[in-house]
């Protein structure tokens, strides 16, 4: 009801927020739009495992392929998979440095690896030749440790460094 002023009435023990009944009718103006926005962005994986959350990355050399995904949530599980072209004869070794060992915890590594030791801040993967030539993949499982941007380098034998980032949820 309003009175004589163009006010409306306040009613007694009722205390008016312009600023909260603002954000209320915003949201009920666009709510169903954010929610649509945000559940569009999860199924997209911006949030987690989805189109937007795959990534791969090339060696500078064409001889290693990093697949990982670039979006996790705090303590759920992650993948990653090197694959290395190798020659018969040679051994392999995986450097993970960086942020690694800080922000993830590693729970599973396929194919195990002959010699597997840590170096300061560096995770060091070791794996003799068995006679075979061509793409050889290790998968990595990790569990993040840290919410928030997390960047890891990967050294394979003595080739340059790939930088990859990972942003984790809480």
Known sequence: MANGKDTPDKLHGVE?????????????RYGLVFLLIIIAAALSGVFSVGYFSHASQVGANNT???QYQRFGRLQNQMQLKITVAREPGENTTLVLGGEYMASFETSAIWPQPDNMYSRGQELILVYHPAGQKGDFSVWIYTAPDQPGKAVTTLHVNNAPGMSFWQFIYP
């Not at 008016?16 to 009920?28: C, Q, S, T, Y």
Request: net charge neutral; hydrophobic share 55%; charged share 25%.
């Open 64 to 66: 290693v392929h990093l």
């Open 16 to 28: 008016e927020n312009r600023f909260a009944m603002a954000l209320e009718a915003g949201f009920r």
